[in-house]
């Protein structure tokens, strides 16, 4: 496979370099150059077994000081408790400045681990190396950091950039096929708000099992998602205005996860918030056309979208209000113009909803998939 660089250098002068490669060994060799005294790997157990055995043989081989640190996986873990623990462990180990943090794992240790680097003695060096389908095209870029709280998701954080993102395609052979699922709710999202090409390119690829795509279009997506997600961060890193439309059916998607105590998974809300949304965006011109299209295309991928539990009205608005685009204690919305833009309000991506296109969203939400 080739090996590519893409640099996102933002306002602050962070630099994250983006690579795309399968060699463990090169990545090694990497980590010697930009961790000159130590470095800490942060995974799962299992993702440790798979993946972080082989890269402590490989940086071991490259003469690294090199411990490894596990958490167990899953969203009810991205607390504020985990991170404490880390900070305690990381200190105790005697980390200094220049102890570079190794996420090795999907977006849920990639938000704890980015967080603990942003942290620790007010700031550690950090790299990414995604696992799971969704942080490769999405969680491992940008420099979110966070954890969730009883009040809301990503509440509490940090944006800190990684310098660097190693992305190993060849790790997501052992990725269970609904994590496949919950990464292409991203690369859809990507299409739809901005790219009417990808967009196209993956309704014809719907008929395909989704695990099973040859290599050379899988990197195909990978890439073209990153290059936009870059492309939007090095626009407007601190997310004051265009980063909001990567927030496309996530108002709705983050509220439903809460609702559900996380037991459905980020990119299941995430498609469904994106078809919500897109309802919406119906009572706000998109047309019907675009809707359906948007609607058949996350069907096509087999997202499970449906619902356990339905919310209270009055608590419904209260989820929905612990979003952080959230503006006077009203809900703002992402909405869809077309497949491949989103639309505008006033110099502005993101719009408040009136409580009766909320109502109507909200109606439509329980007819179709409770
Ligand atoms: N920071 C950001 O910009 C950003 C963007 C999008 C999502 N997120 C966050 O990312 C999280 C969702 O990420 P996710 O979908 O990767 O979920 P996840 O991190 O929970 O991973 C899903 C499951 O797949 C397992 N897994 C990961 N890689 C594997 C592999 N190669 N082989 C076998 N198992 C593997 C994980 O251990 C976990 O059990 C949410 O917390 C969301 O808020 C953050």
């Not at 995604?130 to 954890?147: E, Q, R, Y």
């Not at 204690?329 to 909803?353: A, E, H, N, W």
Request: with cysteine; charged share 20%; net charge negative.
């Amino acid at each position: 496979m080739q090996r590519c660089s893409l640099s996102l250098t933002t306002q602050e002068h962070s630099t994250t370099t983006v690579y795309l490669t399968d060699s463990f060994s090169e990545l090694a060799c990497l980590i010697k150059t930009i961790a000159p005294s130590s470095s800490v790997i942060i995974t799962h157990p299992h993702i440790e077994e798979l993946y972080g055995k082989k890269l402590l043989e490989k940086m071991h081989e490259e003469q690294c000081e090199v411990i490894l640190m596990t958490i167990p996986s899953g969203e009810a873990y991205k607390t504020r408790e985990m991170l404490i623990l880390l900070q305690d462990r990381l200190l105790e180990y005697g980390c200094d400045r220049q102890t570079l943090i190794i996420a090795l794992g999907g977006g849920m240790l990639v938000d704890v681990a980015g967080f603990l680097a942003a942290t620790t003695l007010r700031g550690l060096p950090w790299i990414v190396i995604p696992t799971s389908l969704l942080a490769m095209v999405d969680a491992a870029i940008g420099g979110k950091t966070g954890v969730n709280t009883e009040l809301g998701k990503n509440l509490i954080g940090a944006i800190h950039h990684p310098i660097a993102v190693w992305i190993a395609p060849h790790v997501l052979q052992t990725l269970p096929r609904a994590e496949w699922i919950n990464g292409f709710a991203e690369i859809i999202k990507y299409g739809a708000i901005l790219d009417e090409e990808l967009f196209s390119l993956l309704e014809s690829l719907a008929h395909l099992d989704c695990t099973q795509l040859p290599k050379e279009t899988l990197c195909y997506l990978i890439q073209k998602s990153y290059s936009h997600k870059i492309d939007i961060v090095q626009r407007d890193h601190r997310d004051h205005w265009i980063r909001a439309i990567l927030n496309f059916g996530h108002t709705v998607g983050h509220a439903l996860e809460q609702a559900h105590q996380y037991t459905i998974s980020h990119g299941e809300a995430v498609a469904l918030g994106m078809v919500i949304e897109g309802y919406i965006s119906m009572l706000y011109g998109c047309s019907e056309q675009t809707f359906t299209r948007l609607y058949t295309l996350i069907r096509q991928y087999q997202f499970p979208l449906r619902l356990f539990s339905i919310p209270s009205w009055n608590a419904w608005i209260k989820l929905l209000n612990s979003d952080k685009k959230t503006k006077d204690k009203t809900p703002r919305c992402v909405l869809l113009k077309t497949i491949g833009s989103v639309q505008m309000f006033d110099g502005d991506y993101c719009t408040t909803l009136s409580d009766k296109d909320l109502l109507d969203g909200y109606n439509w939400m329980c007819k179709e998939f409770f």
